[in-house]
């Protein structure tokens, strides 16, 4: 009789609770008749898929340097905890995901518990943006990472990092929520009344720095565009936020909320003025000419500068080596430029013209580790695993 097979997961935070659960139902598929052993730590989507997570997923999903300095001791507790269970559970594999400073610090304590456990990390941390040092100091401990993005690998081996397989992003399985039926592509095609968004980020911080000049941006369009439709798709627990900071603008936007609402608003958006960040990606694969900005305080734009080592920090520039998205960073980020920028990505002209070739190319580039990305994690994470005895 074949063992069952024992997978012990550590995700840390939502998102990585999402990816989870996709990898375990994949598994499962694969697996076919031999059984699915699994334990680790979790949130509801894993729990769903049957995990009895060791402790609940709240006690390590913080987030921001003052929340982490707080919850700094039960942080340690969790990751000795979460490794000790691991080393217990004795997996056939042990898959990390995301959350980089818990999740690798537990794998490297797993490796020193149980060295012969195979372990693999889904999402692979920026170390080609900073902190370059941590793709050497992963690799005892690190099998294989599993990327979201195409250009990683390569950028692991030449950091020294662990061996990196691409399997792909799971936008690429949402690409038609993100296109527009026939009826929102007449939204797409009017240039005397264009949809366009407004995409100040997710953070506190960076709508508080963002729009400021996204608001002046706004007015200087409408004034050449005065049929113009501004939506700005709010995360819920910001909207308060958001609705008194646009409160002046001189032309308000219409602030929706809600993943259905966003959806709708990028299929009819003519173009976008966002924060830079991974919507940048989502815009390119919604063929969303954009334009790209990033304020902060003083002091993070020069931290920023020294840590940074990359002529651009938009996705779909570094995932086609080519910079298609404008990107306006500080002082740059007037609201002149936004503006100017903004009409040339929703004229008829080369700059648009430009940023949807550039679009094509990104989309050719995320495809090619196939359509389902939890399907070319299974596959790559089961390659390090020993072949299953009898017993």
Not at 276 to 295: F, N
Not at 350 to 372: C, I, T, Y
Request: charged content about 20%; glycine content about 6%; some cysteine.
């Amino acid at each position: 009789m074949t063992r069952p097979f024992r997978l012990f997961v550590v995700a840390g935070e939502a998102s990585g609770d999402a990816l989870g659960a996709r990898f375990v139902a994949r598994l499962r598929d694969v697996l076919g008749e031999r059984s699915l052993k699994l334990s680790g730590v979790g949130g509801e989507a894993l729990i769903a898929e049957g995990l009895h997570s060791a402790f609940p997923q709240e006690d390590i999903a913080v987030m921001g340097f003052g929340p982490v300095v707080a919850r700094l001791p039960l942080l340690l507790r969790r990751m000795a905890d979460a490794a000790r269970a691991a080393a217990a559970f004795e997996p056939d594999l042990l898959l990390t995901i995301d959350a980089p400073d818990f999740s690798l610090r537990v794998a490297r304590k797993v490796r020193r518990l149980a060295p012969a456990v195979p372990i693999a990390h889904w999402v692979c941390p920026s170390v080609w943006a900073w902190r370059q040092g941590r793709a050497k100091r992963m690799k005892p401990h690190v099998d294989r990472i599993l990327a979201l993005l195409p250009f990683e690998p390569a950028a692991l081996e030449r950091l020294g990092g662990p061996e990196t397989v691409y399997v792909g992003h799971p936008l690429i399985e949402r690409l038609q929520e993100y296109r527009p039926g026939p009826d929102e592509a007449i939204c797409r095609d009017d240039l005397d009344a264009p949809t366009i968004l407004i995409l100040p980020g997710s953070r506190r911080s960076e709508i508080r720095h963002l729009l400021p000049p996204f608001g002046e941006a706004v007015a200087l369009v409408a004034e050449r565009l005065p049929q113009a439709r501004f939506v700005l798709p709010a995360v819920p627990r910001l909207v308060e936020a958001i609705t008194q900071l646009t409160a002046d603008w001189r032309v308000k936007p219409e602030i929706v909320t809600g993943e259905t609402a966003k959806l709708a608003a990028f299929r009819k958006a003519r173009a976008a003025l966002a924060a830079s960040g991974t919507v940048t990606l989502e815009l390119a694969l919604a063929q969303v000419p954009t334009v790209a900005a990033y304020r902060g305080a003083a002091w993070e734009a020069a931290l920023a500068r020294r840590l940074i080592k990359l002529p651009s920090v938009i996705l779909p520039n570094l995932i086609i080596g080519e910079s298609v998205v404008p990107e306006f960073i500080q002082d740059e980020a007037s609201p002149q430029a936004l503006a100017g920028a903004l009409l040339a990505a929703i004229a008829e002209g080369p700059a648009r013209q430009r940023q949807l070739d550039g679009f094509a190319n990104v989309e050719q580039n995320m495809r090619s580790a196939g359509p389902s990305p939890a399907a070319s994690a299974v596959s790559a994470a089961l390659a390090l695993v020993r072949q299953p005895t009898d017993g």
